[in-house]
């Protein structure tokens, strides 16, 4: 099972007498904790595939994906499972997992290593993975500038006043571009077969809130911090007639109100590093190996390729020397318009060795440059591909 080891306060409650006063999911067959097994129970009905907890780590993907996040923080990582699909998100280029139980972190170090699948299809950006032992409360200064924390099921597992510091340190303190959240629903809990309110879903749940409970305390941290929060979750049931309890995890996304204003050198200063360093992985990924001259030649070429084809086709009766080109034309492509002006252009042309008009504004594109793909190395064959369909995209502005 993965449990949020994070945070237990110094005055901890009596196992035994926790566990009474929580519920008997083995007896409901729900994965409401991160275990992953036994999500069918034929006696309710009641099961979630995929698993509660892929349900959760799939909102967490979907959302760095959606607000593009380089960097993330994932308090409570507990047993580092969430790295195996934090590693997929192909905007991420580092990524902490932070947690204050150490002996945990040591067991799981090897958790964060890359896989066979990582070195035969390798990211197109690279990835650092640091595994580091350490509070929510505080903050340290090599994940300051962080852009994106999550915490998922981990603010149940702690008392109001560490949970009052954790919120604090991440909201004002390292105030991430996203801030994910996920928590139980308690009103889920009567699915359960359990009408006592005061009964958990784990024995180490210090609360479990209700919706309502959940968006002041969301509300409390717009109005304090400065973000703004859309409500989420994950787990409901097909059965529309229990839609009105909610999710079974409920969510919610911060995004910060405004655009802050950063200086990462200034930030680290007010900073220590106060988490200790378990382990580290850099994930493998495609190296560039054009130089700047050589990727803008190539695009330039194959935009100048593809567009002499296209009127050679429309003018398949009169298809032999030179096509004319108008250079300005090249600037369609948003490859081209988005990076360079004409005269970077005419430069890439020369380079490339065609033949220009003097005024400077046709381009001559011998014959056998007809076929754009014609010689054409692979990596060409790529950078040429991904032109075309930008191309293709954008031919209503031609004219």
């Given at each position: 099972?993965?449990?949020?080891?994070?945070?237990?306060?110094?005055?901890?409650?009596?196992?035994?007498?926790?566990?009474?006063?929580?519920?008997?999911?083995?007896?409901?067959?729900i994965?409401?904790?991160?275990?992953?097994?036994?999500?069918d129970?034929?006696?309710?009905?009641?099961?979630?595939?995929p698993?509660?907890y892929?349900k959760?780590?799939?909102?967490?993907?979907?959302t760095l994906?959606?607000?593009?996040?380089?960097?993330?923080?994932?308090?409570?990582?507990?047993?580092?499972?969430?790295?195996k699909?934090?590693?997929?998100?192909?905007?991420?280029?580092?990524?902490?997992?932070?947690d204050?139980?150490?002996?945990?972190?040591?067991?799981?170090?090897?958790?964060?290593?890359?896989?066979?699948?990582?070195?035969?299809?390798?990211?197109?950006?690279?990835?650092?993975?640091?595994?580091l032992?350490?509070?929510?409360?505080e903050t340290?200064?090599?994940?300051?500038?962080?852009?994106?924390?999550?915490?998922?099921?981990?603010i149940?597992?702690?008392?109001p006043?560490?949970?009052?510091?954790?919120?604090?340190?991440?909201?004002?303190?390292?105030?991430?571009?996203?801030?994910?959240?996920?928590?139980?629903?308690?009103?889920?809990?009567?699915l359960?077969?359990?009408?006592?309110p005061?009964?958990?879903?784990?024995?180490d749940?210090?609360?479990?809130?209700?919706r309502?409970e959940?968006k002041?305390?969301?509300e409390?941290?717009?109005?304090?911090?400065?973000?703004?929060?859309?409500?989420?979750?994950?787990?409901l049931?097909?059965?529309?007639?229990?839609?009105?309890?909610?999710?079974?995890?409920?969510?919610?996304?911060?995004?910060?109100?405004?655009?802050?204003?950063?200086?990462?050198?200034?930030?680290?200063?007010?900073?220590?590093?106060?988490?200790?360093?378990?382990?580290?992985?850099?994930?493998?990924?495609?190296?560039?190996?054009?130089?700047?001259?050589?990727?803008i030649?190539?695009?330039?070429?194959?935009?100048?390729?593809?567009?002499?084809?296209?009127?050679?086709?429309?003018n398949?009766g009169?298809?032999?020397?030179?096509?004319?080109l108008q250079?300005?034309?090249?600037?369609?492509?948003?490859?081209?318009?988005s990076?360079?002006?004409?005269?970077?252009?005419?430069?890439?042309?020369?380079?490339?060795?065609?033949?220009?008009?003097?005024?400077?504004l046709?381009?001559?594109?011998p014959?056998?440059e007809?076929?754009?793909?014609?010689?054409?190395?692979?990596?060409?064959?790529?950078?040429?591909?991904?032109?075309?369909?930008?191309?293709?995209?954008?031919?209503?502005?031609?004219d």
């Amino acid at each position: 099972m993965i449990m949020d080891h994070n945070f237990i306060a110094s005055e901890k409650l009596d196992k035994s007498e926790a566990q009474s006063n929580c519920l008997d999911t083995k007896s409901t067959g729900i994965d409401v904790e991160d275990n992953g097994h036994g999500e069918d129970c034929k006696s309710t009905g009641i099961y979630f595939f995929p698993p509660l907890y892929a349900k959760r780590y799939r909102l967490a993907v979907e959302t760095l994906t959606k607000y593009d996040i380089k960097s993330v923080i994932d308090f409570g990582c507990a047993e580092c499972h969430f790295v195996k699909h934090l590693s997929s998100v192909s905007c991420l280029e580092a990524i902490a997992l932070v947690d204050i139980n150490k002996e945990l972190l040591v067991s799981k170090q090897k958790t964060i290593a890359p896989e066979l699948r990582h070195f035969i299809f390798k990211r197109k950006n690279p990835l650092h993975v640091s595994l580091l032992a350490g509070s929510a409360e505080e903050t340290d200064s090599r994940v300051s500038h962080f852009e994106g924390v999550t915490m998922i099921e981990l603010i149940e597992h702690l008392y109001p006043d560490v949970l009052q510091k954790v919120t604090h340190n991440v909201f004002d303190n390292i105030k991430p571009r996203l801030c994910l959240v996920t928590t139980p629903n308690s009103e889920f809990n009567v699915l359960f077969k359990n009408a006592d309110p005061n009964k958990f879903r784990h024995w180490d749940h210090k609360f479990e809130w209700n919706r309502a409970e959940f968006k002041s305390w969301c509300e409390e941290i717009c109005r304090r911090y400065n973000y703004i929060v859309e409500y989420t979750g994950v787990g409901l049931l097909p059965d529309k007639e229990t839609h009105h309890l909610g999710y079974c995890s409920q969510a919610a996304v911060f995004c910060l109100n405004h655009q802050r204003v950063f200086s990462q050198s200034l930030s680290n200063e007010h900073f220590s590093l106060c988490y200790e360093l378990i382990a580290e992985a850099d994930y493998p990924f495609e190296k560039e190996t054009c130089s700047m001259n050589e990727k803008i030649d190539l695009e330039v070429k194959y935009c100048v390729q593809y567009l002499a084809s296209s009127l050679r086709k429309e003018n398949s009766g009169n298809d032999e020397g030179p096509v004319a080109l108008q250079i300005s034309r090249i600037l369609y492509f948003p490859n081209i318009k988005s990076f360079f002006d004409e005269d970077a252009v005419r430069e890439s042309l020369h380079r490339c060795a065609y033949q220009i008009s003097d005024d400077q504004l046709i381009v001559y594109v011998p014959e056998e440059e007809n076929d754009e793909s014609d010689g054409n190395t692979e990596e060409e064959q790529c950078v040429a591909h991904q032109v075309c369909q930008d191309y293709e995209m954008h031919l209503e502005s031609w004219d």
